[in-house]
């Protein structure tokens, strides 16, 4: 049995020169499984696991580290110029970089903390997508099947480009996982395009926005059939990944952020509103005290025309106007006027009124 995988890792892999492109795929899977069982002991509190690396506080998430993997591989090739073994371990720490930067696709996507939550679920669909793509480039032909130095087998070019356009109707028409697995498996992607889209798809707004009745049909298929598919799908995603947090999908630590600022400028509102409230009081029973203090009668001040009277531009709105202080025994040395009227200027007719006869 070894002797047979073996036979055929050198037949298959290393005589089609596929070796760095094998190692890159086993590097992926390896540091995307690797990279999920530490986050996910993390989570779980294990003492004896080592946790987040936070040097002076600062979190560092393992994308950092998958950049640092991703320029080494590339920086490498390009060094060697692809000689082996170079290439093989520089494949291997490319596929590396691309497990750790694809599992965090969600938080560079949101520019967001959203690791653990609805949104998070996007790293996953980007591991698995990116984990086909180098699957088929390994296991099937080149693109299009033009080889340098080969005749063109126009006929299989011609099946994969029809494959391709059909697995694009199946995406749009928001069937993502037929449309992915059809690029490897023809004739997969076909059902998916022949088949009702999804209401919520790109293909529904599209097409189905005048027509009522195959609207309904696609909305009883997605209750009858694709709510089981996706109770199947949370279910696989939260065995590889783990269960999202039970928080809202729009509740982000963004969100969380702001609410906090306008608790705390509510709340200096509040202390400033209490404040202006104990002036105004203050002034009030200090005009009070005043007023009842016998003195000399004091002259009515003048005032300036900007404070006696304020009004607005257009006509239809509210004037608010001025009122001197009455003459009353004791001086007054707080305000130049005593309180404002508001008279509401009147309302000009417009001129397409009607006219009563």
């Known amino acids: 049995m070894i002797e047979a995988l073996l036979d055929g890792y050198r037949t298959h892999i290393v005589a089609a020169h596929k070796q760095p492109l094998f190692l890159l ?17 993390i989570r779980a509190k294990v003492r004896w696991w080592p946790g987040n690396i936070t040097p002076g506080g600062l979190h560092i998430h393992h994308m950092v580290f998958g950049l640092g993997f991703l320029l080494l591989g590339g920086i490498g ?38 690791y653990w939550s609805a949104q998070g679920r996007k790293s996953v669909d980007a591991v698995i997508f990116g984990i086909l793509f180098t699957a088929l480039l390994l296991t099937g032909y080149v693109p299009l099947g033009v080889v340098p130095g080969q005749d063109t087998r126009w006929g299989l070019v011609a099946v994969i480009s029809v494959n391709a356009l059909v697995s694009i109707v199946a995406l749009f028409k928001g069937k993502v996982w037929t449309g992915l697995l059809g690029i490897m498996v023809p004739g997969l ?108 009668v004091a002259a009515p001040e003048r005032t300036s025309p900007a404070v006696a009277r304020r009004r607005t531009v257009r006509a239809g709105r509210t004037r ?26 009147p309302r000009l007719p417009h001129p397409q009124a009607r006219r009563p006869h």
């Open 25 to 41: 795929l086993a590097g992926f899977i390896l540091s995307f499984v690797l990279i999920r069982v530490s986050v996910r002991m």
């Open 189 to 296: 992607s076909w059902i998916g395009a022949i088949r009702l889209a999804r209401p919520t798809s790109p293909w529904a707004r599209w097409r189905y926005a005048t027509r009522p009745r195959r609207r309904a049909r696609a909305v009883r298929r997605e209750r009858r059939l694709h709510a089981r598919a996706d109770r199947a799908r949370t279910w696989l995603f939260d065995l590889i990944a783990g269960a999202p947090d039970k928080v809202p999908a729009h509740h982000t630590a963004t969100h969380r952020v702001a609410e906090r600022m306008a608790a705390r400028a509510t709340a200096h509102l509040d202390a400033h509103e209490a404040r202006a409230l104990a002036r105004r009081s203050a002034r009030l029973a200090d005009r009070r005290a005043t007023a009842l203090t016998p003195g000399p």
């Open 77 to 114: 090739v390009f060094a060697t110029n692809g000689a082996a073994p170079w290439s093989d371990w520089f494949g291997f720490s490319f596929g590396i970089g691309c497990g750790l930067v694809l599992d965090e696709f969600a938080l560079i996507l949101h520019l967001d903390d959203v």
């Open 320 to 345: 608010t106007y001025a009122v001197r202080p009455s003459v009353r025994s004791g001086p007054e040395p707080h305000a130049p006027y005593r309180r404002l009227r508001t008279i509401a200027a």
